[in-house]
């Protein structure tokens, strides 16, 4: 087998235009690595090439992999879109579509074992970002957890009252959300922590709500209506929820 060393700086590549990941995402990448291997079958690589780098790609398009739509269109948000005047229906549809709005990847990774392990990616949106930690393996295979940032503004620009934001932009408001992406580099799967989600929302639904003349503070469970509940007790959820157009 050979033995070869790896040195080797990127500028301005056509990410599109690299095997299969044209289908995934676009961009001009960055990337600089140094490492070393033997042989050049798959088998040898996954055995003996090793390394690390960085990689950074402008002008970001993602075509398979949202992180934002999956997030929005989670049914734990049903309870509080029954609530009058709470959400800004133009702001979440917004924060729903902002995948189309990614700017750039930043990553750092190191190749050795047949994975590709990445201490630190962050994808970065008007507002907000996403960071991810895990693995690719040569295999395809994807195995990263991380986390949905987003700006208190733009947190606070989904609801339309003063006590509703100032609870979603608190210590346990909804300014970072856990998530896992897991399948494979052609058929990604963004699970976002349900359970994280409803518990956020409760504390946000908790708001008062004049009935009868009383002051009354109602739970995000009594406003869920029965055949969302059910779905809302696993840990991840990837299906669509209620539309607030």
Same mark, same amino acid.
């Given at each position: ?18 095997? &299969?990941?044209?289908?995934? !995402? @676009? %961009?001009? +990448?960055? #990337?600089? *690595? /140094? ?6 079958? $798959?088998? &040898?690589?996954?055995?003996? !090439? @090793? %390394?690390? +780098?960085? #990689?950074? *790609? /402008? ?6 992999? $949202? ?179």
């Amino acid at each position: 087998l050979t033995t070869y060393n790896v040195n080797l700086a990127v500028k301005a590549l056509a990410v599109e235009q690299i095997g &299969d990941v044209g289908e995934s !995402l @676009s %961009g001009r +990448g960055y #990337l600089d *690595i /140094k490492g070393q291997g033997k042989g050049f079958a $798959k088998a &040898d690589l996954e055995k003996y !090439l @090793s %390394g690390a +780098g960085n #990689l950074e *790609i /402008k002008e970001l398009k993602l075509k398979k992999l $949202k992180f934002f739509r999956p997030l929005m269109s989670l049914q734990q948000w049903t309870g509080l879109s029954l609530v009058t005047g709470l959400i800004n229906k133009a702001a979440f549809n917004k924060a729903k579509n902002l995948d189309e709005e990614a700017q750039n990847l930043t990553a750092q990774f190191t190749i050795g074992e047949g994975v590709i392990a990445f201490s630190a990616i962050q994808v970065n949106y008007p507002d907000a970002n996403v960071s991810l930690k895990g693995r690719i393996g040569f295999d395809e295979s994807l195995d990263f957890a991380g986390t949905v940032n987003m700006s208190g503004g733009l947190v606070s620009s989904l609801f339309d009252t003063v006590s509703a934001k100032k609870a979603s932009t608190s210590e346990k408001g909804l300014t970072s959300i856990p998530l896992k992406l897991t399948g494979t580099t052609q058929n990604p799967d963004v699970g976002i922590d349900a359970n994280f989600l409803q518990g956020k929302l409760a504390g946000i639904a908790a708001l008062p709500i004049k009935l009868l003349g009383g002051i009354l503070t109602l739970p995000l469970r009594l406003l869920t209506p029965r055949s969302h509940q059910k779905a809302a007790s696993g840990e991840t959820q990837t299906g669509e929820g209620v539309e607030t157009e």
